[in-house]
């Protein structure tokens, strides 16, 4: 491969790690940039909704003169095609990579990129998919309205079980009697449902994603147990999956529905999580004592922030570590004053992994407080300029608390109810406000 290929791949690639387009994240191992692995967030409100799709990608010596090789990887091991162009065995057909016969000036050229097929391949997950099929007669033929609806059902049954559930029970070790197994101790073809990537050289895994499902899991808990109250009223459990015109029997959709399970599993994963980020500052306090490296770093800049906020005279926030622990801080916010949230007094724990950066912060809103960017349990969604400096985190965390005016984004809505009321009607956003006014008195009370 040439010198300018691997610089246009390697600009590409840090284009997309840098954008704020919450939609796409790649990585690649540093031994090799010619493969590299994606994710292509499912649209909010199609069937595909916060899934988390993988893909793999190998660009070729003569690139961008020919367009990579695209795999889909999330298919439940080779056994589910997520839609006409998305097929089981990992093939994406799209007329810019050549898989499939697009009209005069579809075709692939050397100013298109990673990103514009990363884009590319998510207009494939749209509202209607069956729409993608070439057979689709339209809206006005009844069995193409009924095949829709019913393909609608099972994608968004699938995206939650394949795109959501399963990479994490096998990155949190969960098996399938709810039991978990230190994921450590997983080797190769334990687990046939998971489409983990790894080394093929020495065995080991590589999930570059881990941290990342885990963090949006978080984020978007509420809207995966709306989406199964939504779906769970229009099937029969153990209902079987119908077949499409368009499927054969290799390279298909087949199973049941199980929303009930689905909702089992989602609470399993969840309580994992948790788990796990309790057990950070446990961990970090082991890593104080041997004085690591990074327990240092975190205590020299927690030092810092506090020493810049007296010097700024900023009484809006107050910051302490929590038992001493540089593995959990506790941020105290003030409402401040003019503001929806004036009067208020917030505790925000931030758990810190003993792998940060790798593994990014979680943040935990106490008491509740009714606000977009916070979930039910009091998850924050926060988004710092700078993932490996605390002191991004800390600014992030308040500017996502004190945002009043933000563009409609699902993404980064956490919390469905406040969501339709922020962005819903003047009534709806009044209601929102007293919603809001009743949790800052609370926290007071």
């Known amino acids: ?31 090799d940039i010619r493969n590299v692995t994606a994710i292509v967030l499912g649209t909010p409100g199609t069937p595909y909704q916060f899934g988390l799709f993988e893909f793999s990608i190998s660009f070729g010596k003569d690139y961008p003169a020919t367009p990579p090789i695209v795999q889909i990887t999330t298919t439940n091991g080779g056994r589910c095609r997520f839609g006409p162009n998305l097929y089981a065995g990992g093939k994406v ?18 100013a298109q990129g990673l990103e514009s097929i990363l884009i590319s391949i998510q207009s494939l997950m749209s509202n209607n998919p069956y729409e993608n099929e070439p057979g689709y007669q339209g809206a006005h033929a009844p069995e193409d309205q009924e095949n829709s609806q019913a393909y609608i059902e099972k994608i968004r049954h699938e995206t939650l079980r394949i795109a959501v559930i399963q990479p994490l029970e096998s990155s949190l070790g969960i098996q399938s009697d709810g039991t978990v197994k230190p994921p450590d101790s997983k080797t190769i073809g334990e687990d046939d449902d998971c489409d983990d990537s790894f080394d093929d050289e020495d065995g080991t895994f590589f999930e ?47 199973g049941h529905f199980n929303y009930p399970e689905l909702r089992r ?30 327990a240092v770093s975190l205590q020299s800049q927690y030092e810092q922030i506090v020493e810049d906020f007296k010097h700024r005279h900023n009484f809006t926030v107050d910051l302490r570590l929590v038992h001493e622990n540089p593995f959990l801080w506790e941020l105290i916010y003030f409402g401040r004053p003019m503001t929806q949230l004036d009067g208020g007094v917030f505790k925000i724990k931030i758990y810190l992994s003993p792998r940060f950066p790798e593994e990014q912060p979680r943040a935990v809103v106490e008491p509740e407080l009714f606000h977009y960017r916070v979930s039910k349990d009091g998850t924050l969604c926060y988004f710092p300029k700078r993932t490996e400096e605390m002191r991004h985190h800390i600014e992030a965390i308040v500017e996502a608390l004190e945002e009043e005016t933000a563009p409609y984004d699902p993404r980064t809505t956490v919390n469905p109810e406040a969501s339709k009321l922020f962005w819903g009607s003047p009534e709806d956003r009044k209601n929102y406000n007293r919603a809001l006014r009743r949790s800052v008195q609370k926290s007071v009370d």
């Open 1 to 31: 491969m040439s010198d300018q290929s691997i610089l246009r791949i390697t600009r590409e690639i840090k284009h997309i790690q840098h954008n704020a387009d919450l939609s796409l994240a790649v990585v690649y191992k540093d031994s």
């Open 93 to 110: 057909c799209l007329s810019i990579l050549g898989t499939w016969g697009g009209q005069r000036g579809e075709e692939w050229s050397s």
């Open 208 to 254: 570059p994603f881990a941290d990342l499902r885990k963090r949006r899991f978080l984020w978007y808990f509420d809207s995966y147990i709306e989406a199964i109250k939504e779906a769970e009223p229009q099937v029969r459990r153990r209902q079987r999956f119908e077949t499409m015109p368009f499927e054969t029997e290799d390279n298909c959709m087949r």
């Open 265 to 294: 599993r989602l609470i399993r994963v969840k309580e994992a999580i948790l788990k796990e980020t309790h057990n950070w500052p446990i961990e970090g306090l082991e890593a104080k004592k041997q004085e690591a490296s990074l």
